[in-house]
């Protein structure tokens, strides 16, 4: 099976701007997770998806959102750019088998500076 | 806020010793993850042990689960040059009872393993 891909891999992006990342899960799971990973907070959840729905959000401004879609891809967007959003951003896909947190398996991450 | 702790934060040794690292949590768990992270890359999935298990091993992995200590040890057996990299641990819940889709990591350990 193909894993997790995260398009685009790096992006360069100016204060006020906005951007969309996306995120591909492994086939067959329906379970999509955001983290968002600096040196200064480490690996920060930002919210999850489960058949397009958001049932967990992480401790973020408004300015992140995120949506899933019917095949189960993810995307999250981050508006008005600020210099502390850069960060590298990993998605992960679980199969969510049960009420716990399954294995989680991440993608490569997007690498996002803000100038 | 960072539900595990590891210790030790950075880990320097030779080709073939061992490596052993902790980490510390503090709510109840239903599962406690290990993952490894290359040089700014994805997290590679590692192992998964559950409340109930005590002991874990996969190839040079050993994990094991201190429930009533709330505290964790991965050890890495026989080190190679190609298991540099940071290393954390993921808890599956936090207080409040079970988070959909969110893991909780800590700072994670360096390990450098010098040839």
């Known amino acids: 099976k193909a894993g997790v891909t995260q398009t685009p891999r790096y992006l360069i992006k100016t204060r006020g701007q906005q951007v969309t990342l996306s995120c591909s899960p492994i086939?067959?799971?329906?379970?999509v997770s955001w983290y968002q990973q600096t040196p200064g907070q480490g690996l920060q959840f930002l919210f999850e998806y489960f058949s397009e729905t958001q049932r967990n959000k992480g401790n973020f401004p408004g300015r992140f959102s995120g949506r899933q879609f019917s095949n189960s891809r993810s995307e999250m967007n981050v508006s008005t750019l600020e210099l502390g959003d850069s960060a590298l951003y990993l998605c992960a896909s679980s199969l969510l088998l049960g009420f716990s947190v399954d294995t989680q398996y991440f993608g490569p991450g997007t690498r996002l500076t803000v100038l | 806020s960072q539900q595990g702790e590891e210790d030790p934060q950075a880990l320097s040794i030779q080709e073939g010793e061992n490596a052993t690292m902790n980490c510390s949590y503090k709510?109840?768990?239903?599962?406690l993850q290990w993952y490894r992270q290359n040089s700014g890359r994805g997290l590679v999935h590692l192992i998964l042990?559950?409340?109930?298990?005590r002991e874990k091993h996969s190839g040079r992995l050993r994990v094991t689960l201190d429930t009533s200590k709330k505290s964790s040890s991965l050890l890495i057996t026989a080190s190679r040059a190609a298991d540099t990299a940071s290393y954390f641990c993921?808890?599956?819940?936090?207080?409040?009872?079970?988070?959909?889709?969110?893991?909780?990591f800590g700072q994670g350990t360096i390990l450098t393993v010098h040839p």
């Open positions: 709510t109840s768990i239903n599962n």
């Open positions: 042990i559950r409340s109930n298990e």
């Open positions: 086939s067959g799971h329906r379970s």
């Open positions: 993921a808890t599956d819940r936090e207080a409040g009872g079970t988070s959909y889709g969110k893991l909780t």
